[in-house]
């Protein structure tokens, strides 16, 4: 080296642009192409974002909705089956009074006829008797017996009935919920989320191809550098 003090300057100076121009590459970072790409990835990525509060939100409701009717569901089944049930004990009943009224003397008997049908049932009456056939009697006893039996079981069939009506409209309402608002929320929740995830791997995608972009050039840069160094040195 016939100047060695110039030489050593001048690797300092060579240092010294390496350094400021690896400063300068990671101060531009990503081009302005590669940042509006970003940008308008930013902008979908909230709005679908903001798309989805909404929807989980709806979601949500819908949800609670659903458990609602799914509980008047349940009530409206375990009506039906209280009055299903109600109807038997009311047979079962009929038939226990059928049978006491059976087991009733024929005095016992007329006492309940007369006490059932008070002054409204025509009956002859002579020398301060009650003169009525047997048979009359024990047909009009069983009759009471059998229309009270009868009405009951029509009150509980009309109740079951309109607890099945309901039942039936509970059963389309949440149908309709499911179809028509939970599941296609749900999908819209889905879909959007791909969205998301695909602007997502665009920038990804742009951040990777900026950085192996950064990566080559300060690798030239180094290496034009290391290359004029060592011309130097050599020389």
Do not use: C, W
């Not at 081009?31 to 990835?41: C, F, G, P, R, Y």
């Not at 006491?100 to 008797?129: C, P, R």
């Not at 389309?172 to 602007?199: E, G, P």
């Amino acid at each position: 080296m016939k100047n060695p003090i110039k030489n050593i300057f001048i690797v300092f100076l060579i240092l010294i642009l390496i350094g400021a121009g690896i400063k300068i590459f990671d101060f531009m970072g990503l081009s302005n192409k590669d940042k509006v790409k970003i940008e308008v990835a930013d902008v979908k990525i909230r709005l679908l974002e903001d798309k989805n509060t909404v929807l989980v939100q709806r979601h949500v409701q819908d949800s609670v909705s659903i458990d609602s009717l799914t509980g008047l569901i349940e009530q409206g089944k375990f009506d039906i089956k209280y009055e299903r049930g109600k109807r038997l004990d009311i047979e079962k009943e009929n038939k226990e009074n059928l049978s006491k009224f059976e087991a009733l003397s024929e005095n016992d008997q007329v006492k309940e006829f007369i006490l059932a049908t008070g002054e409204d049932y025509e009956v002859m009456k002579y020398d301060g008797y009650y003169l009525i056939n047997l048979e009359s009697i024990n047909f009009a006893n069983r009759s009471f017996i059998n229309s009270k039996f009868q009405l009951g079981q029509i009150e509980s069939l009309n109740l079951e009935i309109m607890s099945f009506n309901e039942l039936i409209t509970e059963y389309d309402k949440r149908f309709d919920l499911l179809t028509n608002s939970y599941i296609s929320d749900m999908n819209s929740i889905l879909a959007n989320k791909d969205k998301i995830i695909n602007n997502l791997n665009i920038k990804i995608s742009v951040y990777n191809k900026s950085l192996s972009r950064i990566k080559l050039t300060k690798g030239i840069t180094i290496g034009v550098g290391i290359v004029a160094i060592g011309y130097l040195i050599i020389k």
